[in-house]
């Protein structure tokens, strides 16, 4: 059993104000099994209504809005977060992909979760299973396997990637960071016919060292009759463990965004996302990541650039 106090801030700053800020945030970590929260804050900057639902997953959804001018938008998520199990390997399990055929035809969720995305280079994930060799194992096995695969063929590169990168584009690079990994051990498992499901978290750092600690992370879930969701997480080549804490779980990236909004204004704006892991102990871990955003489209970047022109003009 394990306790950590996480504070994480996404800050946005803007080169001009802007204003009519709406928001929607999956930064609530709630009571899975074995995850028990234990105390939870949420600031943002002009202190805005949160509005709080359930989206189909079951994830906590906030929605506000930040209607005054504002150069610069913080929000800051802090909990704490108990989580009770140490599970480094799952229970011996034989189920296999034709048992599982009974199981999704019971859940529309297991059949929505078991069906792989549509992409150019399938081909590469038909070679790799075809490599591996999944045929008539249990689903336990046939996970491991592709997790290892990634973990030892894709190289794990920050700076490369973006919430925009495909599966097609990382097949390609084979390089990326957690987010990217987890999506294509999607595709393969699902590809298999597994019911797969996307994690969006963090993974406390530990003596281990390993990739990917004290910032948001993402691992894969599959699901088995027997035992559950099980969490893998193919950047670390390890089944999940005591110090992976889960906010949300959905079909892929977007079902899980932690954060996403549009604005009125135009604006050239930049994202940070810091995360700070505290322990029982006194120990105490931060590290601040830029995020990479979609880039502006031509149009926009003209106008940014002749906004820039007559602001420089006007101040000579």
Same mark, same amino acid.
């Given at each position: +059993?394990?306790?950590?106090?996480?504070?994480?801030?996404?800050?946005?700053?803007? !080169?001009?104000?802007?204003?009519?800020?709406?928001?929607?945030?999956?930064?609530?970590?709630?009571?899975?099994?074995? *995850?028990?929260?234990?105390?939870?804050?949420?600031?943002?900057?002009?202190?805005?209504?949160?509005?709080?639902?359930?989206?189909?997953?079951?994830?906590?959804?906030?929605?506000?809005?930040?209607?005054?001018?504002?150069?610069? +938008?913080?929000?800051?998520?802090?909990?704490?977060?108990?989580?009770?199990?140490? /599970?480094?390997?799952?229970?011996?399990?034989? =189920?296999?992909?034709?048992?599982?055929?009974?199981?999704?035809?019971?859940?529309?969720?297991?059949?929505?979760?078991?069906?792989?995305?549509?992409?150019?280079?399938?081909?590469?994930?038909?070679?790799?299973?075809?490599?591996?060799?999944?045929?008539?194992?249990?689903?336990?096995? $046939?996970?491991?396997?592709?997790?290892?695969?990634?973990?030892?063929?894709?190289?794990?590169?920050?700076?490369?990637?973006?919430?925009?990168?495909?599966?097609?584009? $990382?097949?390609? +690079?084979?390089?990326?960071?957690?987010?990217?990994?987890?999506?294509?051990?999607?595709?393969? /498992?699902?590809?298999?016919?597994?019911?797969?499901?996307?994690?969006?978290?963090?993974?406390?750092?530990?003596?281990?060292? /390993?990739?990917?600690?004290?910032?948001?992370?993402?691992?894969?879930?599959?699901?088995?009759?027997?035992? @559950?969701?099980?969490? /893998?997480?193919?950047?670390?080549?390890?089944?999940? +463990?005591? !110090?992976?804490?889960?906010?949300?779980?959905?079909?892929?990236?977007?079902?899980?965004?932690?954060?996403?909004?549009?604005?009125? @204004?135009?604006?050239?704006? =930049?994202?940070?996302?810091?995360?700070?892991?505290?322990?029982?102990?006194?120990?105490?871990?931060?590290?601040?990541?830029?995020?990479?955003?979609?880039?502006?489209?031509?149009?926009?970047?003209?106008?940014?650039?002749?906004?820039?022109?007559?602001?420089? *003009?006007? *101040?000579?």
């Amino acid at each position: +059993m394990a306790i950590f106090k996480i504070v994480h801030i996404t800050k946005y700053q803007y !080169n001009w104000p802007i204003k009519e800020s709406i928001n929607e945030i999956r930064l609530f970590p709630h009571n899975f099994e074995n *995850q028990d929260v234990l105390q939870y804050e949420l600031h943002i900057t002009n202190n805005p209504d949160v509005e709080i639902s359930k989206d189909y997953y079951g994830n906590r959804v906030g929605n506000f809005n930040n209607l005054e001018a504002h150069s610069e +938008m913080t929000i800051e998520s802090r909990m704490s977060v108990r989580v009770n199990h140490s /599970l480094k390997i799952p229970e011996i399990d034989l =189920t296999t992909v034709a048992d599982l055929e009974i199981e999704k035809q019971k859940s529309v969720l297991l059949l929505r979760l078991s069906y792989p995305e549509t992409i150019q280079k399938q081909n590469k994930i038909n070679t790799i299973l075809k490599k591996i060799d999944c045929s008539d194992k249990p689903i336990i096995e $046939i996970a491991q396997k592709c997790n290892q695969y990634i973990y030892e063929n894709f190289t794990y590169t920050k700076g490369i990637t973006n919430i925009e990168t495909t599966v097609d584009e $990382i097949l390609a +690079m084979k390089k990326g960071v957690c987010q990217d990994f987890a999506h294509v051990l999607l595709q393969l /498992l699902r590809t298999v016919g597994i019911p797969s499901r996307y994690v969006s978290g963090y993974i406390c750092p530990n003596e281990s060292g /390993l990739r990917g600690e004290g910032a948001t992370h993402a691992w894969v879930e599959i699901y088995t009759p027997t035992q @559950g969701w099980l969490g /893998l997480d193919p950047t670390n080549n390890i089944w999940t +463990m005591d !110090n992976h804490i889960r906010l949300s779980v959905g079909k892929n990236f977007y079902d899980c965004t932690p954060v996403k909004g549009t604005f009125k @204004g135009l604006a050239r704006q =930049t994202l940070s996302v810091s995360v700070s892991v505290g322990y029982e102990d006194g120990r105490h871990f931060e590290e601040i990541n830029n995020v990479l955003l979609e880039e502006a489209t031509i149009e926009e970047k003209k106008q940014l650039d002749h906004i820039e022109l007559l602001h420089q *003009q006007q *101040q000579q």
